[in-house]
């Protein structure tokens, strides 16, 4: 399958990865908004305008969109469902409704496959919560999200005067891993499932303590959290906050019969968010490119697809080496 | 979706109870080969003849087969499968390649829909197993299983002479898996990975250190362990092994990208083994009542199936809810 990226940041990178992995997929080239000439890729890959996408219809199987969640894939996957099988990373979870209905009725018209929301969460954990939740119908699902990086959150300390830099990860509470592991279903305050920790970076100068203020009472961002600043180098940021791991627990505890507790839980451990979040995408891709080959056709979910879409391996290998 | 029960043990007793937590979902009945007058169900189905099923055809929506993978599943689901949309747990991986061309073309010449090899092992562990081959291309899966019952081996325990009852638990050794974790992607030996713990109730009189012998000498089941024998007394067996609990973790380490590391791991922790399969088995009924209402006849395994076929909402609930 012929794979193309939409957007060259982390994860467009990232996806020029995964594609290397799969023996079954190639990589046409990355379409960037930027001077082409301006990007270098990191195995060679082709590098072209955003603009020209439409003279590559045919040439591509699947597209894969890498824009931001904000501004970027509400108008884009629509607009490339239409012409291209497509592959996004929505994760604004309020708006995946409307998105779903804006991308269905672009791929339905131009007759393409489109998956939205697909990663790790919306994706893995959302299969995560589906499965569990079917298996266990008397039962409670708790997602706890870190220990890792949350881009969101450090850009938001990024927005504030006298910030230079910032990271900041998210914490689960291990007490409160702990309490629905043993089945205990507890009802937990947003204040107790995570903490945050913030990593600053203050232009020199500025009121450290006033900073301090700003961060932990941010609405929505901080305030409800228990959240801990702790101002440190330039030097120190580079050499020990660069990378982007992530990660975190599905867990869904229920009961059967006469009062049999089971827990069911899904984790992940990722050295990079980014890099993890594209190995899922290509993957997807390959049932994507596989459904529209069936005549498949509209705006798709990780819900709707098979798993043995996802395989390398034909329906035979499966049930004998994995089943 | 009117569900019946064939074959009323462990598992199908499981399967009553799961009935009544799925509200779409209603028993019609269980069938036995034993007199049914001799069978008393724990909230008052009807009990029938094995022999009269046939009967029931057009009042079934789907049949659970809850018999013995050694001897009644290879040749009750394909004869079921003609006249009825039929699910099953059949757990022989060796077998499971012919079981299902078996199936597939009873349940083809029947226009019906069957699922077989559901449960947990095989069924959500495959799952994951394929979920993360997919996503993480680069790297290792590994299965471990327990602290839980194994009926086989517990039963392999009990036709030694001597033996009055046994209970046999299965054991991940902690090493192991903690070495997986740290995405080491180690060699490991079936001895490195799990220990088998014995309680034994031997007749009175019998030779205990020859009962000892034989049991962790016996090929296939425990030569290749690290086995303790513990004897006890038939009160104390009762008392504290009667339950049947058990669970496992699948484990794929992989890498991306340069050198990053990922850990997807799913684990389960069941208080009752047959009642947590048995609710496994009442989800994809549900999706296997689905896919003959779309005419998608033939044998499926959970490879097949859209995991949101399994719900009870809607794919826009779906979306809304879980994504």
Redesign the interface.
């Known amino acids: 399958m012929r794979i193309a990226i939409y957007g060259y940041g982390n994860l467009g990178?990232?996806v020029e990865?995964?594609v290397r992995?799969?023996a079954d997929a190639e990589l046409v080239g990355v379409f960037t908004r930027r001077d082409p000439s301006s990007v270098k890729t990191q195995f060679g890959a082709p590098v072209y305008k955003a603009d020209d996408i439409l003279k590559f219809v045919n040439k591509i199987d699947v597209l894969i969109s890498c824009g931001g969640s904000a501004t970027d894939l509400p108008v884009s996957t629509p607009v490339l469902a239409q012409n291209f099988n497509v592959v996004d990373s929505f994760d604004t979870?309020a708006n995946?409704?409307s998105h779903?209905e804006k991308v269905n009725s672009a791929a339905m018209l131009g007759r393409h496959t489109a998956l939205i929301?697909s990663g790790w969460d919306?994706g893995?954990f959302?299969?995560?919560?589906?499965?569990a939740?079917?298996?266990?119908?008397?039962g409670e699902t708790y997602t706890f999200w870190g220990r890792g990086v949350s881009q969101g959150h450090s850009d938001a300390i990024r927005r504030i005067p006298g910030v230079k830099d910032a990271r900041q990860y998210t914490v689960p509470v291990p007490e409160a891993i702990d309490e629905v592991?043993r089945g205990e279903q507890p009802d937990l305050t947003t204040r107790q499932k995570h903490r945050r920790e913030c990593y600053v970076v203050a232009e020199e100068g500025a009121d450290l303590e006033q900073i301090r203020q700003q961060i932990i009472t941010m609405p929505n961002y901080f305030s409800d959290y228990d959240t801990t600043v702790t101002f440190i180098s330039e030097e120190e940021l580079l050499k020990n906050h660069s990378a982007l791991p992530h990660g975190g627990v599905v867990i869904r505890s229920g009961v059967?019969?006469n009062g049999?507790?089971?827990?069911?839980?899904?984790?992940?451990?990722?050295?990079?968010n980014p890099?993890?979040t594209?190995?899922?995408l290509v993957?997807f891709a390959?049932a994507i490119y596989r459904m529209h080959n069936r005549g498949d056709n509209g705006c798709k979910?990780?819900?709707?697809?098979?798993?043995?879409d996802?395989?390398?391996l034909s329906?035979?290998e499966?049930?004998?080496q994995?089943?």
């Open positions: 990178k990232g990865c995964a992995q799969n979870h995946i409704p779903f929301s919306p893995m959302s299969l995560n919560r589906l499965y939740s079917a298996i266990l119908p008397e592991r059967t019969g049999n507790k089971h827990t069911i839980e899904y984790k992940l451990t990722l050295d990079s890099e993890f594209a190995n899922v993957a390959r979910t990780v819900f709707d697809i098979a798993p043995a996802l395989s390398v329906p035979s499966l049930r004998k994995l089943l």
